[in-house]
């Protein structure tokens, strides 16, 4: 079913909702002084100064924001929770806890955003999973070994 919704500069008008954007890019009372188009998405508009009450029901800020998380700078957005979440380094025992081992985790980003949650308050990649990481890939790598054989 076609979907009418109203044009944020007229009310009058009432386009096609697949049509909106290219309504807006044309509508006559197009208002650049007084509207503000969304960021995130190009068919929302609103009055400047509502920018933040915007933002809270704006769904396509939300559905940006999951797909930034899940597609690349996850670990880095993630790193910069832990940093801020993590006491500082004691500087006592700067040899004896390698801070570095926590730094730039290049494996299995995805797997980092499905646990993002949980890591926000554990560091990443614990021992006892990385062992079972360098295990997962000493198997593989002999298994390799073999079919070479
Ligand atoms: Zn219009
Ligand atoms: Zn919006």
């Known amino acids: ?17 697949f049509r909106l954007q290219c309504h807006l890019a044309k509508c006559p ?3 650049e002084i007084n509207f503000e188009t969304c960021p995130f998405n190009a068919t929302h508009i609103y009055r400047k100064g509502q920018k933040e009450s915007h933002f809270e029901n704006c769904e396509s800020r939300g559905d940006l924001e999951r797909n930034v998380y899940q597609v690349g700078n996850s670990s880095t957005r993630n790193n910069e929770v832990l940093a801020r979440s993590m006491p500082p380094p004691r500087i006592n025992n700067e040899n004896e806890e390698s801070w570095d081992d926590y730094d730039a ?3 299995h980003p995805q797997q980092y955003a499905m646990n993002a949650n949980v890591l926000r308050n554990a560091p990443p990649a614990p021992p006892a999973e990385r062992r079972r990481f360098a295990e997962n890939e000493r198997r593989r790598l002999s298994g390799i070994q073999r079919r070479q054989n």
């Open 1 to 17: 079913m076609d979907q009418y919704v109203t044009c944020p500069y007229n009310s009058n008008h009432r386009p096609l909702k």
């Open 29 to 31: 009372d197009r208002d």
């Open 105 to 107: 985790p290049t494996y």
